[in-house]
């Protein structure tokens, strides 16, 4: 398995584990704001590839496919808000996924290592996401990996 950034070659097979992941009835990317809809998804995802300042998308493959993603919002402090905050380049780890067939041999693990490490080499200064509260595994991972809880998001649907 290696742990790569995604080119424009990899956009079949992202669009796939994209699919998977959408269909998967435990884990679909369907929040009240955008429900999956294919032709979006892919639109989307091939302006994530194509982006060259703003998204980065990181994957685990080998010769049978693409088999996990990590997607990156990088985000610069605007310079009239630079005298609050210690850091000048953050980044948004927007979505982890590993394909269910793979689940539970350390990709999910690694990947967000990989991910933490190509970011620092990028200068970023701290990472931040966003998991629901009934996201166990996800939870258990990243703070296996060291991120702490900061604040609980709550939301009253009008
Ligand atoms: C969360 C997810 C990325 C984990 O990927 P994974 O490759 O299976 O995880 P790993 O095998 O690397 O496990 C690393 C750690 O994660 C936690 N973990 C992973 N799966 C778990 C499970 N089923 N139950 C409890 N803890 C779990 C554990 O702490 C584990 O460490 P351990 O093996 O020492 O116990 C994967 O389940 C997934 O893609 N889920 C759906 C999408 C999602 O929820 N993404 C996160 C959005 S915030």
């Given amino acids: ?19 998977e992941l959408a269909n998967d009835p435990e884990d679909k990317i369907t929040t009240e704001y955008a429900p999956y809809q ?34 990156i919002c990088l985000e610069k402090v605007p310079r009239k808000m630079q005298a609050y905050v210690t850091y000048r380049k953050k980044a948004r780890l927007v979505h982890l996924y590993v394909s269910r067939k793979k689940r539970r041999q350390g990709i999910g693990e690694k990947l967000t290592k990989y991910t933490l490490k190509y970011l620092k080499k990028y200068g970023v200064q701290f990472v931040d996401l966003e998991c629901y509260m009934h996201n166990d595994k996800a939870a258990a991972l990243y703070h296996k990996i060291g991120f702490r809880d900061v604040y609980v998001l709550k939301r009253f649907p009008l």
């Fill in 1 to 19: 398995m290696i742990f790569k950034k995604a080119t424009l070659k990899d956009f079949e097979g992202l669009c796939r584990l994209r699919k």
């Fill in 38 to 71: 294919e032709e979006n998804d892919r639109a989307w995802i091939q302006k994530c590839l194509r982006s060259r300042q703003r998204i980065i998308v990181l994957i685990a493959k080998d010769a049978g496919g693409i088999y996990a993603h990590a997607i």
